[in-house]
């Protein structure tokens, strides 16, 4: 029991240093970490060694793949593929369904690049609609925003998912595939169903003025086909590996398109891909590229941290015994590990802000318990973290005042739409999770 509540102690820390002394998350997971090594017991020797054993482990897999994806969703943001492939939706939907046109063209954005880079890939579209179609702003934006927000929070390759993968250690192929399932209703829920049902409510106050809209010559823009292609083709490259077991290959094709179809290698390839359709045939040149490339890790190196805190915290969770302590707590309540990863991420969310944090967070915290487990479906478990790692989303989350900021609304308005959505999004996917775990 002192173990726990010298967890509960450490988690604590996480929160005050985020909230009340506004440090950086990973300054306030260091702390926390080596308070919580300090109180459990453990030799001065062991707690950095197993710090370092936890940052490793975690972000070994992780660096490549986040420089990857940023470079791709750089280069789709730069080049106007992102806007083609909204374009490509609102032609084949019409006016009158712009909000499913905008949910998907969010949620196949929302697949390979970060959230801050979808919005602004997405929004500067969704203003532009919004300003000449006469729709309610909120009407095709909250949809729009629900596509790229559940991508973000469920499917990988993006850096939350990919780290629970790791800590859990999930099959990505599953992963990919449940999430598909999931995401998908979630999105229609928390976006056009709830657009409506809210623009009925609301009525936004303001007009957005920091995006921008700027006239879009069509020539320059890569063609809708090869937009496509560079947006999916990590995802399509994953799917694949995953279904290679199952066709009748050899061994020597089964391990070549299992190597191409690993996060890295898919991103790596995509990125070339990008590079090429997306930049050189549009007309950069390499001094261009290569600063298009430079600009992309400044904003990255703040997520490596965090996540590399988490897994140190996670690392340190089990050196300490932690782990074991919740573990047989769990199991004296047959509390199931989806339940608990989705409520420890859902209160790590609400406290810290961060999606990143709550993921990275609960799942080192819940993965000590499901080795003590059987019978646990590991792919469910990320998503179910994930799931949690959504929920109520407020002042002191980035992601709330970008939404607030780029659509022009006030901050009871954003309450009101954006942690609404969110939360509907977290529960209705974690609903699914725990549906689809009955019958696999």
Known sequence: MFHLVVALLAIIIVIIGVTLFKWHAFISLLVATLFLAIFSGLSLDKIVTGIETGVGGTLG?????????????????????????????????????????????????????????????????????????????????????????????????????????????????????????????????????????????????????LIKVEDIDNKKLPGTGISFLVILLPVILMVFSALVPFIGLSDGLKKFFGFIGSPLIALLISVFAAMYFLGFRQGLNKNRMKTLVEECFLPVGSIIAIIGAGGGFKQILIDSGVGNTIGEMAQHFSLSPLVLAFIIAGLIRIATGSATVALTTAAGIVSPIIQHMTGVNLELLVIATGAGSLMFSHVNDAGFWMVKEYLGLSVPETLKTWTVLETILSFVAFGLALILDVFI
């Open 61 to 209: 897999h992780l660096v490549g793949i986040l420089a990857l994806g940023t470079i791709l969703g750089k280069l789709m943001a730069e080049s106007g593929a992102g806007i083609q492939v909204s374009n490509f939706f609102v032609r084949t939907f019409g006016i009158k369904r712009l909000p499913w046109a905008m949910l998907l063209a969010g949620f196949i954005t929302g697949i390979p690049v970060f959230f801050e880079v979808g919005i602004l890939i997405v929004l500067p579209l969704v203003i532009s609609l919004h300003k000449t179609s006469k729709q309610n702003l909120l009407l095709i934006g909250l949809p729009a925003i629900a596509g790229l927000s559940i991508a973000h929070g469920l499917i990988p390759p993006h850096p939350g998912a990919i780290a629970a993968i790791g800590i859990y250690n999930a099959n990505m192929g599953k992963v990919l595939l449940y999430s598909l399932i999931i995401a998908i209703p979630s999105a229609i829920l928390a976006g056009p169903v709830f657009a409506k049902w809210i623009t009925k409510r609301i009525t936004p106050e303001q007009e957005p003025e």
